[in-house]
């Protein structure tokens, strides 16, 4: 199975890049991250942000492979402890079907992606630095991966 996390945002910071990659990198073979950078639409002082938020979200959608279970990175979705996000992954694992993380831009996903996902997820109810989203769900692949390996990184 493959994991794509499919997100608004080509110029990221090093820091997020190797935060990423040092988690990405943990996860088997099996269990495989994968990082699509879609190009954010220029935002000018007078920009139409629902127009933006919808191009990007038909950009992301466009990049989104066939046959994956989708899934909106979104602040209005369910909220997952530790153990609920690793029943979730254990499932995809068990089902053998491909999964896109969908992250918009600064100004979010738009209906037409939320409305095309499977499922929402929302990493927290604070506000989060857009960069920061690769790398926290990076870690929390691979923080559910390892409960379902029984591995220790979890209880460390």
């Known amino acids: 199975m493959n994991i794509h996390l499919i997100a ?15 988690y990405a990198r ?10 699509v950078e879609v190009p954010a639409h220029r935002r000018g ?19 989104t492979p066939g046959g994956c ?31 896109a993380l969908l992250v918009g831009g600064p100004d979010g996903l738009s209906g037409e992606v939320k409305d095309a996902a499977d499922g929402c997820w929302s990493l927290s109810r604070l ?9 926290l769900v990076a870690e929390q692949l691979y923080r559910a991966w390892s409960v379902t390996a029984n591995l220790p990184y979890h209880r460390g």
């Open 26 to 35: 943990r996860l088997p073979r099996h269990c495989r991250l994968r990082l």
């Open 8 to 22: 608004i945002g080509t110029r990221m910071p090093g820091w997020v890049q190797q935060g990423y990659v040092e």
């Open 127 to 135: 506000t989060l630095p857009h960069a920061l989203v690769r790398v």
């Open 69 to 99: 279970y989708r899934v909106a990175m979104d602040e209005s979705g369910v909220q997952y402890d530790t153990s609920q996000w690793a029943q979730n992954l254990e499932g995809w694992l068990q089902q053998g079907r491909d999964v």
């Open 45 to 63: 002082a007078n920009a139409d942000r629902d127009r933006v938020s919808r191009l990007e979200g038909q950009a992301l959608l466009g990049a």
